[in-house]
């Protein structure tokens, strides 16, 4: 499975969108992306997965650059409650048995 | 409302001692695994299952086995406990190619 980089931590104003990067540049034409986050003391929580569409759920957006090398992961009006850890993982949709590989994430702390 | 349980939310151990952390699923899904997540090494797979009777190493299966003899539950065993396995354990399941659903996890303190 590819590679993920995303910055170690941002911060965002509660209200506000938050717009989380990340970078896949090695990423193979049958690799889906897919964005969880983990809030304090609780197991990771799956948020959206695209491939190279954009994709919008109750969520989250995501959006894919063209070339797929990266994406974004929007939360349009950020709340306290938003604080978490969120992944970027790249995952080959051809696998049946959706082995996951985490990176560390990026911190995104939303302030009052 | 999907579920993912996980036996206990806080457990100490001795060292030497075997311990059996369970995971139970409600959705009917082929696929579970085990993580353990450490400060400032995220999370590693320790082993999956993608049916019954059927598991797989993950990065780090050393000291750990599993066992999945039905569908919905999927056990990590530390046959003798060490410090060194102090950690949050994650169990999740997923069907085939989609999303995991992960636990609320086990925090484990070995002794």
């Known amino acids: 499975d590819a590679k993920t980089t995303q910055p170690t931590s941002m911060d965002c104003a509660e209200g506000r969108a938050a717009n989380l990067p990340c970078n896949h540049s090695t990423i193979s034409g049958n690799e889906y992306v897919y964005w969880y986050r983990q809030i ?15 994709e919008t759920n109750e969520m989250a957006s995501l959006i894919i650059t063209e070339d797929r090398k990266s994406s974004t992961l929007i939360l349009p009006h950020a709340t306290l409650r938003d604080t978490a850890v969120y992944y970027c993982i790249v995952r080959d949709g051809s696998s049946n048995t959706g082995k996951l590989i985490f990176g560390q994430g990026t911190t995104l702390q939303v302030k009052p | 409302d999907v579920k993912v349980t996980q036996s206990s ?36 797979l320790i082993y999956f299952s993608y049916d019954v009777k059927m598991k797989e190493k993950g990065d780090i299966p050393e000291g750990y086995s599993v066992s999945r003899e039905k569908k919905e539950r999927f056990s990590l065993i530390l046959e003798s406990a060490s410090t060194n396995q102090t950690s949050m354990y994650l169990c999740a399941s997923s069907s085939q190619r989609n999303e995991q659903f992960f636990g609320p996890g086990t925090r484990l303190t070995v002794l």
């Not at chain 2, 457990?11 to 059996?20: A, C, D, I, Q, S």
């Open chain 1, 40 to 54: 304090h003391s609780q197991g990771p929580q799956y948020i959206i997965h695209g491939l190279k569409n954009n």
């Open chain 2, 9 to 44: 939310r806080y457990l100490v151990k001795r060292t030497g001692e075997k311990v059996f952390l369970e995971c139970v699923q409600d959705m009917d899904h082929e696929n579970m695994f085990w993580y353990r997540q450490d400060p400032g090494l995220g999370l590693r």
